[in-house]
């Protein structure tokens, strides 16, 4: 095979890749009454730019650039409440997840962006039991790989720093959280 063939070859295996997703995330809310409670019951829909009812509607409807220009699914902090309150039993939680998967393999860099300060923030919170900002700032540099980035929280930095609200990375809750993500893992079948 030579090299068009096989580079059209990954195209198209990895379009069938994304349809497959995208099938699977509409699945999962396929049943969506738009009744609005998962809205209602969320904690941060009222930063979110794109409700968790309307993001659902807008999946199924096709509109698939709709939800990943918006903020909304990094926004989801897991918390179930949606889950345990959708009448129809659907799993909104782990649709939300898999819309940040779903985003972290598209290929746009604004996307990419978004996904790193999202993986960077589960993991310091994951590994320091708490956020630690100097840490997370530090790690979403460099998985950001924008140069110009630190200049752009430069400002903010300062007048951290200038109210004492920047401190060396406390370690004394480190691992307490483990426990749970552990547990949120197995629930949503993730190795
Ligand atoms: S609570 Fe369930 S049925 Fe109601 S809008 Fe949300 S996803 Fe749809
Ligand atoms: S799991 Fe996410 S979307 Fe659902 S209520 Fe909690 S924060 Fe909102």
Redesign the pocket.
């Known amino acids: 095979m030579n090299s068009t063939a096989d580079a059209t070859h990954r195209q198209d295996a990895e379009a069938e890749i994304r349809e497959a997703a995208l099938t699977e995330l509409r699945s999962m809310v396929s049943a969506c009454m738009q009744c609005g409670t ?1 809205t209602a ?5 009222e930063s979110m730019d794109l409700t ?1 009812r309307r993001m659902w509607r807008a999946l199924l409807f096709g509109d698939t650039d709709m939800v990943l220009q918006s903020k909304s699914f990094y ?9 345990l309150r959708c009448p129809r039993g659907l799993p ?2 782990r649709a ?1 997840a898999g819309l940040k998967r779903f985003a972290a393999r598209e290929n746009n860099s604004a996307l990419k962006k978004k996904g790193a300060f999202y993986r960077v923030f589960t993991d310091n919170i994951r590994r320091y039991g708490r956020v630690q900002e100097t840490a997370l700032m530090t790690r979403y540099f460099i998985a950001a790989r924008d140069p110009a980035l630190p200049f752009a929280y430069t400002p903010l930095g300062l007048k951290l720093m200038r109210k004492g609200k920047l401190h060396p990375v406390d370690r004394s809750g480190a691992g307490k959280l483990e426990a749970i993500f552990n547990k949120v893992e197995q629930m949503e079948g993730r190795p």
């Open positions: 998962c019951t969320c904690p941060n829909s968790p926004l989801c902090s897991s918390c179930y409440a949606c889950t909104l939680t939300m």
